[in-house]
């Protein structure tokens, strides 16, 4: 079936089934990436291993990153598309969130083990979503390449073959997956053979702001306009590097007022951290 076709079926069945602009929108968006993703592909006719693809293309080409958003609009287009290509209609039940799974038996254990260990490991979602796609991408790897072992079998040649073959704005990434899938199966040989590979950074760190950057900040929180919260949020991750996370999680029991500092669990590492409060924080705290 043509493309083309298929997508403009995809947002006539949206409209006709009364789901809103908004929604049918960010579908349209999900069908141009489509589109320029089968033209790079030289392809024109739809198929399922096509929206497979498609559907498992979740790193973001300006991130490097694993993005959420991808995972779940691509995901249900795929689903969606291909419940049409096989039936003819469009199965709107697909809609629902699903988790994109291998298709070995063994494998789908193994991946639906290791997402369970991390939500017990991690409150952030996004932490778990990124370990989770990392386990999965490993897993893809090895069935697309007829490689089906015990993950306790597995070695230093095929992780660094799967490195290798990754994209290299996304190896940095991939390391640190792997390292954490090592961990996580107590293979500290294969943690030993990845310890002396570093990957480019893609994205540079800023190493401070800019003269005009630090004026505009100053007279964003100093404007009667901008809610006291609000400004006290922006001075503390200025101040200590918090994740914007684990703002939303602090207390005014994690703050020692008598030795001014500021104590909190990372929700990424759940490494426990303390630092100094220093006045203006503080004071816009207190406010």
Not at 8 to 26: K, M, P, V, W
Not at 173 to 188: Q, S, T, W
Not at 222 to 241: C, H
Request: net charge neutral.
């Amino acid at each position: 079936m043509d493309i083309s076709l298929l997508c403009s079926l995809l947002i006539d069945a949206l409209r006709n089934a009364g789901y809103n602009e908004s929604t049918i929108f960010n579908y349209q968006g999900v069908v141009r990436r489509f589109k320029a993703f089968c033209e790079t592909k030289g392809v024109s006719k739809y198929s399922s291993e096509i929206g497979k693809m498609y559907a498992d293309d979740v790193v973001s080409s300006l991130t490097g990153k694993f993005s959420k958003q991808r995972y779940i609009s691509q995901g249900r287009f795929f689903r969606l598309v291909d419940s049409y290509y096989h039936t003819g209609e469009f199965d709107f039940s697909c809609m629902l969130r699903t988790r994109i799974q291998p298709s070995n038996e063994y494998y789908r254990q193994v991946y639906e083990k290791f997402c369970s260990d991390l939500k017990n490991e991690y409150d952030n979602e996004n932490t778990r979503h990124f370990y989770e796609y990392g386990m999965y991408s490993l897993l893809h790897y090895l069935e697309n390449n007829g490689i089906f072992l015990q993950l306790e079998e597995l070695t230093p040649a095929i992780l660094i073959e799967y490195l290798t073959q990754s994209k290299p704005s996304r190896q940095r990434e991939v390391l640190c997956e792997l390292r954490k899938i090592c961990r996580y199966l107590g293979r500290n040989d294969l943690l030993i053979a990845l310890a002396g590979i570093h990957a480019v950074r893609h994205n540079r760190i800023i190493p401070v702001l800019a003269h005009e950057e630090q004026e505009q900040i100053k007279t964003i929180t100093s404007d009667e306009n901008v809610p006291l919260r609000d400004t006290a949020m922006i001075l503390l991750g200025l101040s200590t590097g918090i994740r914007a996370c684990d703002i939303i999680r602090l207390r005014l029991t994690d703050i020692d007022w008598v030795n001014d500092t500021i104590t909190w669990k990372q929700s990424k590492t759940g490494n426990l951290v303390c630092l100094p409060l220093i006045p203006s924080v503080g004071n816009a705290i207190a406010r």
